[in-house]
């Protein structure tokens, strides 16, 4: 038996968990399905508190990062970004 | 004559990044798009860089060093000249670019079905989500458009795009990582479409898993001219005074600042509000009204008094 670590991105409409998913990622190193880009148009949570109740273990979140002067309104990159995993036994 | 577009076209241009024209090359000139590039079965194509190199060589599509006039690009009755000329291709560019734009690229993309993938041994994957070219600060834009010479059904994976993501300045393929989107869109349509998509908007290929290989003619086309009121040289727009803020009318008729203020369910709480400011600039330069406002959010944060 061996371990392998099943990856999920999660982007939300604001900084906190109980926020709605706009977007998402998923990366499965047990080698059991392939994801890729527009495989998907329903994310695969509601919301970030959604996956952890799925038993996904949170393992870093964005900062905040205060928006440099002068550049206050440029937009750019989705901001409120959450990586979950999932480890998984067996032969792989 | 050329037909311009109106002011709500340029209003879901300046807002959702981009325009679609369903079905609007006649068959005959698709035809003659397909049989100059010489369209055939996947079953004939044992290589993928071969077709591509022999269309190349032997169809009409010219080698364009970047910097041509588009008047000057495509020879005479091609079939590519021919969809230059149409008139509400033509008013579409002459709206958004000019009449004087000038090509930066032109590229023939074939995305090839899962029999070719199998065939070769090759691991068959989407396109991953990019803005194209780089980095690109700028106020002007260029328009990429595109051109769908047979029909796209949804299985055919058609060009996946991210509608109101446009003004996001980002680096190239920097938004890889978001492998879906809410909202994303993928375009599914009838031959003889056109697509125009600003330069900024996200978007890629998807997966082919039809039989047939699917087509799409690109091209970037860049100003030499300011973008302000080109689709209205009579200058007849007039900015909408503003409005009792958070009063709703049910009955109230849909105008052209509504359109600009649509959201999309991709966009997060607080970031969605600069986007709309960043809309309103963007139709502040388009308009050349330098003080017009929407629902007040750049008035409110332009009164200084210090």
Same mark, same amino acid.
């Given at each position: 038996m061996t371990k392998r670590q099943k990856v999920l991105v999660l982007y939300l409409k604001f900084p906190s968990l109980e926020a709605e998913v706009i977007s998402w990622a998923t990366f499965d190193g047990t080698g059991k399905k392939l994801h890729m880009t527009g495989d998907s148009d329903e994310p695969p949570y509601p919301t970030g508190l959604d996956a952890l109740l799925d038993g996904w273990r949170l393992f870093q979140a964005s900062q905040a990062i205060p928006e440099h002067p002068g550049q206050e309104f440029r937009t750019s990159y989705l901001k409120h970004e959450f990586f979950f995993e999932k480890i998984e036994e067996g032969d792989f | 004559m050329v037909q311009l577009l109106s002011t709500e076209q340029m209003a879901e241009f300046a807002n959702s990044g981009c325009l679609f024209f369903d079905g609007l090359i006649d068959n005959e000139t698709n035809k003659e798009f397909l049989n100059d590039i010489g369209h055939t079965d996947i079953e004939n194509v044992d290589n993928m860089q071969k077709y591509f190199q022999n269309i190349k060589a032997s169809s009409s599509i010219p080698r364009i060093p970047a910097g041509t006039s588009l008047k000057n690009a495509y020879p005479h009755k091609s079939p590519l000249q021919k969809i230059f000329k149409n008139e509400v291709v033509a008013g579409a560019i002459n709206s958004l670019v000019g009449s004087e734009a000038v090509v930066d690229h032109q590229f023939l993309h074939l995305t090839f079905p899962t029999k070719y993938f199998k065939k070769t041994n090759q691991r068959q994957m989407s396109q991953v989500n990019h803005q194209d070219s780089t980095i690109d600060p700028r106020i002007t834009f260029d328009i990429q458009l595109f051109y769908f010479p047979t029909d796209v059904t949804k299985e055919m994976g058609g060009t996946r795009y991210h509608p109101g993501t446009h003004l996001r300045i980002v680096n190239e393929m920097g938004i890889a990582k978001y492998q879906n989107i809410k909202g994303q869109k993928n375009i599914v349509c009838k031959a003889g479409t056109i697509g125009i998509f600003h330069n900024g908007l996200w978007h890629g290929a998807g997966v082919n898993f039809s039989d047939e290989i699917r087509y799409m003619f690109k091209v970037r086309l860049q100003p030499t *001219?300011?973008? *302000?009121l080109l689709w209205d040289p009579e200058k007849k727009y007039k900015p909408l005074p503003n409005k009792a803020l958070y009063w709703t009318d049910e009955n109230q008729e849909k105008t052209v600042n509504d359109i600009l203020m649509k959201s999309y369910p991709w966009q997060e709480a607080d970031t969605n509000r600069l986007d709309k400011i960043n809309t309103i600039k963007f139709w502040r330069m388009l308009t050349g009204h330098k003080n017009l406002d929407i629902d007040y959010w750049l008035t409110r944060i332009e009164n200084e008094l210090y």
């Open positions: - | *001219e300011k973008q *302000e």
